[in-house]
C-alpha cells in the first residue's frame, strides 16, 4: 500500500472539517437509484466515510466498501456496522469476476480497473461511476491531471456495458462548490 497515500488521506479524515459532518449518498447515485437492486452484492471503490455504501445497505444489498485510509475504514464501520469495510490499496486489489451486482466509484480514477470492473460485474450488473473532469484544474492546477478524466472519455470508456445515464459538466459539489464532472451508470448485459 502506498504508504504516503494512505498518510495523505488519514491526515484528511482526521483533521479536515470537511470530513467531521455526516453526508449523504452522492447526487448522482440517488438520481439512478431506480436502477439499483434490491439485493446481491456491492463494491464501493475508494468508499471514504462509506456514505454510499449506507444507501445500498438501506435498499437491502450487502456492501464491500475499501479505501486505502485506515481512519475511513474505521469510521465507516463504526457509522454503519453491516458495512463490510476494507483498507486496501486498490492498485493491489482483487476483483473475482462476475462477482458483484453493483460497483460504485466516486471521484477515483484509476484507469486499470475499469476492465476489471465489467469482469466482475455478474450479468445484468450496474457501474456507477463518477469523477473529476480536466476542466478542474482551472481552479485546481495542483491537481495532477492524470487524475483527470479528458471531456467525453467516460463516455466511450465502456463498449461492453450498455449506457443508462450519461452526463458531463459542472455541478455543484460538496459544500457548495461548483465541480466538473462526468457521470456514467451503465448495465452489463
Not at 437509484?33 to 444507501?55: E, I, Q, W
Request: with cysteine; glycine share 8%.
Amino acid at each position: 500500500m502506498p504508504i504516503e497515500d494512505a498518510q495523505r488521506w488519514d491526515q484528511r479524515y482526521s483533521s479536515d472539517k470537511r470530513f467531521e459532518e455526516k453526508g449523504g449518498p452522492h447526487p448522482f447515485l440517488v438520481e439512478n437509484a431506480y436502477y439499483l437492486p434490491t439485493r446481491g452484492l456491492g463494491l464501493d471503490v475508494a468508499m471514504g466515510l462509506g456514505n454510499d455504501s449506507a444507501f445500498l445497505i438501506q435498499r437491502g444489498l450487502r456492501m464491500i466498501g475499501v479505501d486505502i485510509s485506515g481512519v475511513a475504514v474505521r469510521r465507516a464501520k463504526a457509522a454503519h456496522p453491516e458495512l463490510m469495510a476494507v483498507q486496501a490499496d486498490l492498485t493491489r486489489f482483487y476483483l473475482p469476476p462476475e462477482r458483484f451486482d453493483v460497483i460504485l466509484n466516486f471521484f477515483y480514477l484509476q484507469r486499470d480497473l475499469w476492465p476489471r470492473y465489467v469482469r466482475s460485474l455478474r450479468p445484468g450488473g450496474l457501474l456507477i461511476l463518477e469523477t473529476l473532469l480536466v476542466d478542474i484544474r482551472e481552479m485546481r492546477p495542483d491537481i495532477d491531471p492524470q487524475y483527470l478524466l479528458q471531456p467525453g472519455e467516460l463516455a466511450g470508456a465502456f463498449p461492453d456495458l450498455e449506457t443508462l445515464t450519461y452526463k458531463e459538466g459542472w455541478s455543484e459539489g460538496a459544500h457548495g462548490h461548483p465541480r466538473p464532472v462526468a457521470s456514467l451508470c451503465a448495465r452489463k448485459p
